[in-house]
């Protein structure tokens, strides 16, 4: 084949993988705001027959009363603090969790064990990640909750109920573990390996140049790791919805039942209430919420990545 229809060949396939490329991108950025057109378009604005949740309810009774009852009728209420602060617990006590424990594991895996050691690990962590968040809910609804936190709480005398905010967060923060360990490890594993001799030519030990060299190398994406964690957290579902109940009380106490965003959209789409109903169109409302929410966490999880990342040579 003469050298000229070669490379006209070998042309026309770049072309082809390009636009391959190109449809592939282009795809998560329809799918989002296709997304965002359902949310707007049931909330904010309907056009047609229907009636948006923000044209019978205003946003700041919405932003700012402090009870949730998303009934049809005079008796309704729709004050998003309930579902708001409901989530931020369970996100934040699965931070707690999950924060040591993965940056531990991360460490761990990174700076002291054996080749095989982390060969064994990683999958074991792969393996949580793919448990089914639902399997997680039933675990905190029949393991953690009765045996675990019931006994502890009762030596302290103090009452726990079978739904609860604490073993919610608990089992998100099992889940997210391995995403953290993960990113987290990788970012490490990237820092040169020149920083850590030279600690290690100054006397420094093996905590040290983890604790005192690589690891801040690596906050950048280490915290970074955070807050997808974070992110995933205050947009987990089902483990959720069986563990923490569906009472929206405005509760700081995590030994007692609370409804989170994502629980209340699961109950609400279950429900048997009319399409146009007030307390059916209160889910998309929920859901814009939640998509700020994660949108804003992701937005300063990148920020963190451009501005504090080390940059080596």
């Known amino acids: 084949m003469p050298t000229w229809a070669a490379q006209k060949i070998s042309r026309r396939h770049e072309t082809l993988i390009r636009w391959v490329l190109f449809v592939c991108a282009a795809l998560s950025v329809l799918t989002t705001a296709a997304i965002i057109f359902v949310l707007l378009s049931n909330a904010v604005y309907a056009p047609g027959a229907k009636t948006a949740f923000f044209e019978r309810v205003s946003l700041w009774q919405f932003l700012t009363t402090a009870r949730w009852k998303p009934t049809d009728g005079p008796g309704g209420h729709f004050g998003i603090w309930p579902l708001l602060v409901g989530t931020l617990q369970v996100a934040v006590i699965a931070s707690l969790v999950s924060v040591p424990a993965?940056?531990?594991?991360?460490?761990?895996?990174?700076?002291?064990?054996?080749?095989?050691?982390?060969?064994?690990?990683?999958?074991?962590?792969?393996i949580l990640a793919g448990i089914p968040s639902v399997v997680y809910g039933f675990f905190a609804l029949k393991f953690i909750t009765p045996w675990v936190l019931k006994p502890v709480f009762g030596v302290l005398g103090l009452e726990i109920s079978i739904f609860n905010s604490l073993s919610a967060g608990i089992v998100v923060g099992i889940m997210v573990t391995p995403l953290i360990a993960s990113l987290s490890e990788d970012v490490i594993r990237a820092v040169p390996r020149s920083l850590r001799e030279a600690a290690f030519a100054l006397g420094s030990t093996r905590f040290d140049v983890s604790a005192r060299v690589v690891v801040p190398a690596a906050l950048s994406g280490i915290l970074a790791s955070f807050l997808l964690a974070f992110s995933r957290a205050v947009g987990e579902t089902m483990a959720v919805a069986i563990a923490a109940g569906g009472n929206p009380l405005l509760t700081l106490n995590p030994l007692r039942g609370a409804q989170t965003m994502t629980g209340f959209m699961v109950h609400a789409s279950?429900?048997?209430?009319?399409?146009?109903?007030?307390?059916?169109?209160?889910?998309?409302?929920?859901?814009?919420?939640?998509?700020?929410?994660?949108?804003?966490?992701?937005?300063?999880?990148?920020?963190?990545?451009?501005?504090?990342r080390e940059v080596y040579q």
């Open 270 to 308: 279950t429900g048997d209430s009319a399409a146009d109903s007030i307390s059916r169109m209160s889910m998309y409302a929920v859901g814009i919420t939640l998509f700020v929410m994660t949108l804003s966490i992701n937005l300063l999880s990148g920020w963190i990545m451009r501005r504090y």
């Open 102 to 126: 993965g940056l531990g594991a991360a460490i761990y895996m990174s700076e002291y064990a054996h080749p095989r050691e982390r060969e064994f690990l990683k999958p074991v962590l792969e």
